[in-house]
Each structure stands twice: as C-alpha cells, then as structure tokens.
C-alpha cells in the first residue's frame, strides 16, 4: 500500500483536488445520463469569436481541408488496425502497434511517462482540438452556447458545445468542417511539435554529444574504399569488417 502511494501519488493528489472543487462547485455543473457530468463555462469563447472573425476565409479553407484529411486518415487508420489485428492472429509474438500512453504505465518504445507530463500534453490537446471545432463553427456563424469540461469517472475530457438545432440546419460542408476541425488541428500540431524538435533538441543534442570512433577529416583521393563506400568526411566509424580505410585498392 504504501509503495503504491509512493509511486502514484501525483495521480491520487491530483483526483482528490479535482473532486474537492466539484464537491465546492457542485451547483455549476450537471448530471447527464448519470454517469456523465457537464461542467458549462464561458471560458475561451471571446478568443474563438475573435479568431473566427478575423481569419474566417482561411478557417473555412483549412476546415474544407480538414475534410480531406479525415477520409484519408479514416482509410489509414483502418489500414492500420486490420494490419495490426492480422499480425496478432497470424504472429502472436508481433509487437502490438499501438498502447495506451497512460501516466505511470511502462510504454514500449517509451518508458514510464511522468504524471505531470501527460497532464500538460492532454491539456494542450485538448484545447486545440475544441477550440478547433469552436472556431470553425463560428466561422460558419453557428452560435456556441458554452464550452466545458467532461467527466466519465476518472477519464477527463473537454467539450465546445454549438447550438445543435442551428447546425442541423446548416449545410453538409459546414457539419462537416466542425466535426473533422479538431482531428485535423490535432494533426497540425503534432506536425508543428515534431518540426520544433528537428530544429532544436536535434541540433542541441548533437552539439552536446561527441561521437565515438575513427572519423576522416579529408581523403586525398576518391580511390580509397571509404571513399568508395560513400563514407562522408567527418563521420565517426565505430568498425569495420575487413577493408583497411588506408589501405588503396
């Protein structure tokens, strides 16, 4: 017992603050089917409003795209999962695909992933990815009534909530746009993240690390067989099998 607190009570703080403000704001929030709970605020839908007006064209072009990109990751999605299920049921010792990325849970390819850290990402996720659809859907001068949080138990979600009478009303194109928005500005994001990595930890970390090995500082002629293997110069080799690099041919 108490290993377990030791080791999960970021979580375990975390879920009994979260209770104790719901508990404090229990007249602000609503009970839906009975076991979701709506928590309706106000927050965040000055800065949709004011975005969506002031880059409507381009908010109605990426959601127009975002369509797109919807069917084709719904097709590659699809792929993926029948591929993933096939090598499960024809090679049960492949290595699954994809895994939850849950706090505190031993991720393969990625280690123990810190509470606080997936926090933070899920936050940051989800605030993109509503307020996507939020402003796509004023954009397209559908009203929002609120925005909010979710709460299924211990899942966590957020929500944007438009006026579903006046988007059933709306065009197909429309529907469409909000409801791919979120996905499709998760996307960009991730796209965003990985561009921002390439172009600082990757140097940083380059910079920081000195390689191990043999390296060329210059050849003296193209006939040697690093040369002729495509070695570039300044490369650090940390073997070879049976060419000697000075030795010419």
């Given at each position: ?245 000075f030795e010419n041919n």
């Open positions: 017992m108490l290993t377990f607190l030791v080791n999960y009570w970021p979580i375990i703080t975390f879920y009994v603050i979260l209770i104790l403000i719901l508990i404090w704001r229990r007249k602000h929030w609503d009970l839906e089917s009975k076991i979701l709970i709506l928590y309706r605020t106000k927050w965040g839908l000055k800065l949709i409003e004011k975005i969506a007006q002031r880059y409507r064209e381009w908010v109605k072009l990426l959601g127009y795209i975002g369509i797109g990109a919807g069917y084709v990751g719904l097709i590659g999605i699809s792929y993926i999962l029948i591929k993933n299920l096939i090598d499960l049921l024809v090679k049960p010792q492949a290595v699954s695909g994809m895994s939850l990325v849950l706090p505190g849970v031993n991720v393969p390819g990625m280690g123990v992933l810190p509470f606080w850290y997936w926090l933070i990402a899920i936050f940051i996720i989800a605030i993109v990815h509503e307020f996507s659809h939020g402003i796509v859907a004023r954009a397209h001068n559908l009203p929002l009534k609120s925005t909010g949080f979710v709460f299924l138990g211990p899942i966590i979600g957020a929500f944007v909530e438009p006026d579903e009478k006046k988007m059933e009303k709306s065009s197909d194109v429309a529907q469409y746009s909000v409801l791919a928005a979120g996905s499709f500005s998760n996307i960009i994001l991730a796209l965003l993240a990985v561009l921002l990595l390439s172009l600082t930890l990757v140097p940083a970390y380059n910079y920081m690390t000195e390689p191990a090995g043999v390296s060329f500082a210059k050849y003296f002629g193209p006939e040697f067989p690093a040369a002729k293997a495509g070695i570039p110069e300044g490369d650090a080799q940390q073997q070879a099998r049976r060419d000697n690099f």
